[in-house]
């Protein structure tokens, strides 16, 4: 949500890694995943691999979540993409299995 960040505000990898767990929404997460990706042309590599994980772990997460609707589906999947584009998905293996397994229970196996 808007509340999440004050316009030109930074956080700390801390933050952002705790703020990442508490997203319950591909477009919640997209949004957290944006600002931590502004942060980390300035974080170590370490907070880096940190960030690119947290990020791909959080996604996994929300896609075993499963999806109901077609909607929802590619709502998700206009997100993922827009995150592999932004280079904040690793590994993207990850994320393809979780895809697949989350279009697989959407079309009842």
């Known amino acids: 949500s808007s509340d999440l960040f004050t316009s030109g505000s930074s956080c700390s990898s801390k933050q952002g890694l705790e ?5 319950d929404t591909f477009d919640s997460l997209h949004e957290v ?3 931590l990706a502004s942060d980390l042309p300035w974080k170590s590599p370490t907070d880096r691999r940190a960030a690119l994980t947290a990020v791909t772990r959080r996604c996994c997460q929300l896609l075993r979540g499963g999806w109901s609707f077609v909607s929802d589906a590619m709502a998700s999947v206009r997100v993922l993409s827009g ?6 998905l690793d590994p993207l ?3 393809q299995l979780a895809v697949a397994d989350a ?3 959407l079309c009842g196996e």
């Open 103 to 105: 279009v697989l229970g």
């Open 19 to 23: 703020m990442l767990r508490n997203c």
């Open 93 to 95: 293996h990850s994320i």
């Open 33 to 35: 995943a944006m600002r």
């Open 83 to 88: 995150l592999r584009e932004d280079g904040l």
